[in-house]
């Protein structure tokens, strides 16, 4: 097999440029937390290929689900001859979503298709254009969604124009509002709404209970119970992102539960299948049954072996109760983590919830952030054969994904070597 620097090569000269890797190390298998590259060397994994491998690398029953399903069939398209496992998929999640009432769900390839037919269903359902999103958000690279997206580089240098009806509000991030309380904090989005927009042309309000790409960003408590509040009394569909958050990660099965909130639609994809290419819209059957036949579809949507897939990532979430074990990774990495910032002046603050744990880093005694202190940490990591990501609008957040089904003695392994990270690039 080609080792990792030849196939570096082969890839600069066939794959096009735009497309960036964290590592430069070419994967051959992948089991549990650990990914072993075509070099022989194997890696802790941090990032869960952002937030996907919930259920771990390979899981034995997804891998027994896959096999099964591709013997049987691969691809009818559910729009032209349907199959059981795509309403068995939409039942599970209609029951594990948020939210006590009648549901109904559409299977998508990819998360920002998931959120772009979300945006399409609250259009149609409420014949209202406009679009409200939070600083710091990401819901995706396609058109809709870089609209929807905070950040311009790298997701929409240049890919300009982009969709209209689009509104931006300050999102609550308590360490950088100067510590605004939540309910405050809604209060000051909803009254540029309001005064900007006008209720009243608002189909949606879209929403990631805890921002992924932005940088982890937890907001203050009552934030999310105001909007929701807000949008309830101004026929505004409230939208949760919990494609980053969802199927466990947060210690529940949707981050939304922490603050009982029940969005109107749900978006799921990344942790939903396993590894494999599913995503979906859940929510009110009164919305969602608003669109007429054939408004709404895909020609790969709920691919039989992605549905396969996601029900068996369900059943192992669901008997290992893989939210109990995000609860365990959140009690040893919390105070370890916490450790770190008391010995070290750059780290601004520690953050996240159950699985989904970061820190954010500054020049010390200031909020200037400093990615090139969350650049220095991960390459330490890297080297030491942790696999990190960073994340955040400055670029200065590393962040924590560990898949749920990691073993204590890897999770220890882990945080040694991000604590001597932190130690080796200390310059206090
Ligand atoms: C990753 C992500 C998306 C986009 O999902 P893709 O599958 O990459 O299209 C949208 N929203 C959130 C919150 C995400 O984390």
């Known amino acids: 097999m080609a080792d990792s620097t030849e196939l570096h090569k082969r890839r600069t000269a066939a794959v096009a440029r735009g497309v960036g890797s964290v590592v430069p190390s070419y994967v051959d298998r992948a089991s549990g937390a650990t990914i072993t590259d075509v070099d022989g060397r194997q890696w802790l994994d941090f990032a869960a290929g952002i937030a996907v491998t919930n259920v771990g690398h390979a899981a034995p029953r997804v891998v027994a689900a896959v096999r099964e399903q591709v013997e049987r069939f691969t691809h009818t398209c559910f729009m032209v001859a349907p199959y059981e496992s795509y309403v068995t ?77 689009v509104y931006r509000v300050p999102m609550s991030y308590p360490l950088r509002d ?50 929701r509040e807000w949008a309830t009394a101004a026929g505004v569909v409230f939208v949760a992102d919990e494609i980053q958050t969802g199927f466990c990660r947060t210690g529940d099965w949707f981050a939304c539960e922490h603050e009982g909130v029940q969005p109107d639609l749900v ?24 669109v007429h036949v054939g408004g709404l579809g895909g020609t790969y949507g709920g691919n039989p072996v992605a549905c396969a897939a996601a029900l068996a990532s369900i059943e192992i979430m669901r008997e290992q109760d893989l939210a109990a ?39 010390p005694g200031t909020l200037t952030p400093d990615p090139a202190a969350a650049a220095a940490v991960s390459a330490a990591c890297h080297a030491a054969g942790l696999l990190t990501l960073t994340c955040g609008t400055y670029g200065n957040v590393l962040r924590f994904l560990p898949p749920l089904v990691i073993s204590d003695g890897e999770l220890s392994r882990a945080l040694d070597i991000l604590d001597a990270a932190f130690a080796t690039t200390s310059t206090t």
Not at 109 to 115: C, I, L, R, Y
Not at 267 to 290: H, S
């Open 325 to 363: 074990a995000a609860r365990r990774i959140w009690a040893t990495m919390w105070p370890r983590l916490h450790a770190v910032a008391a010995g070290d002046a750059r780290v601004a603050e520690v953050r996240g919830r159950g699985a989904m744990l970061a820190v954010e880093l500054v020049r």
């Open 178 to 227: 100067g510590g605004l309380s939540g309910p405050d904090a809604a209060a000051r989005a909803i009254e540029l709404v309001e005064k900007q927009v006008g209720a009243e042309n608002v189909a949606a309000l879209l929403i990631e209970p805890i921002q992924g790409e932005g940088g982890f960003v937890v907001p203050a408590g009552g934030f999310l119970p105001a909007l």
């Open 89 to 165: 998929v939409c039942e599970e999640l209609n029951a594990l979503t948020p939210g006590r009432f009648e549901k109904r769900s559409i299977l998508l390839n990819s998360g920002a298709e998931a959120v772009e037919n979300a945006v399409k269903i609250a259009r149609h359902a409420t014949g209202r254009p406009a679009v409200v999103v939070f600083e710091h958000a990401y819901h995706g690279r396609t058109n809709l969604t870089m609209a929807l997206t905070a950040k311009n580089m790298p997701y929409k240098h240049r890919f300009g124009p982009f969709a209209g009806e």
């Open 267 to 290: 978006t799921t994809a990344k942790g939903i299948a396993g590894g494999l290419p599913l995503a979906a819209v859940t929510g009110r059957a009164e919305l969602m049954d608003a």
